[in-house]
C-alpha cells in the first residue's frame, strides 16, 4: 500500500489481487447479491485510489480497506432506502458439498433467511467475527466502533440465529 501511495502502478494491481477477494466475499454476505457486490467492490477499490493520500503509512490496510468496503455497502443500503438487504430469489452458500458433508439446502435457506432478518449491526458482526474469521478488534476497526461493541454485537446477532433456527 506504501508504494502505491507513492505512485507505483504495479503496487496498486498486486494490493488488488491480494485484497479484491476479500473485500468481495464481504459484499457478498453482505448483500447476498453477488452482481451488487461485485459493482460495491469496484466502487470500493476506487474509493480507495480517491482516498489513498488518507492511508497512514505503515499501517495494516486491510482494515482500512475493509471499512471503505463497509462504508460502500451502508451508501448503497442508504441510497435504496433500505435498512434491511433483501435475498435473491436463490440463496446459496459458496461451499460446494462433498461425499462426508453432504449440505442440508433447507437448512442452509433457513440460515441465509434468519441471517438476512438480523438488525444490520448484528448481521456485521456476525458476518466479519464468526463467517470471515477477524478479531473483534478488526471487526470493529472495519465497523467504526469498539472491539467490545462487536463482541456484543456478535454475540446477540448468533443468539439470535439460534433462536430462529431452533438450536439449542
Not at 441510497?79 to 440463496?91: D, E, N, Y
Amino acid at each position: 500500500m506504501t508504494s502505491y501511495c507513492a505512485g507505483d502502478a504495479s503496487a496498486f494491481r498486486a494490493l488488488h489481487t491480494l485484497v479484491a477477494p476479500r473485500v468481495l466475499a464481504y459484499l457478498v454476505k453482505m448483500t447476498r447479491d453477488r452482481v451488487l457486490a461485485a459493482d460495491l467492490a469496484q466502487q470500493t477499490f476506487m474509493k480507495i485510489h480517491r482516498a489513498r493520500h488518507h492511508y497512514i503509512a505503515g499501517a495494516d490496510p486491510l482494515p482500512w480497506i475493509m471499512s471503505i468496503a463497509h462504508h460502500t455497502f451502508i451508501d448503497e443500503v442508504r441510497k435504496r432506502g433500505s435498512s434491511v438487504v433483501v435475498l435473491s430469489s436463490t440463496p446459496s452458500l459458496p461451499e460446494p458439498a462433498t461425499e462426508h458433508a453432504p449440505v442440508d439446502r433447507a437448512r442452509v435457506d433457513a440460515a441465509l433467511a434468519a441471517l438476512a432478518e438480523l438488525p444490520s449491526r448484528q448481521r456485521q458482526a456476525v458476518v466479519l467475527i464468526t463467517l470471515e474469521g477477524h478479531s473483534a478488534a478488526e471487526a470493529a476497526q472495519i465497523a467504526g466502533t469498539t472491539a467490545g461493541t462487536m463482541r456484543v454485537r456478535a454475540h446477540r446477532g448468533c443468539e439470535a440465529l439460534r433462536t430462529a433456527l431452533g438450536a439449542t
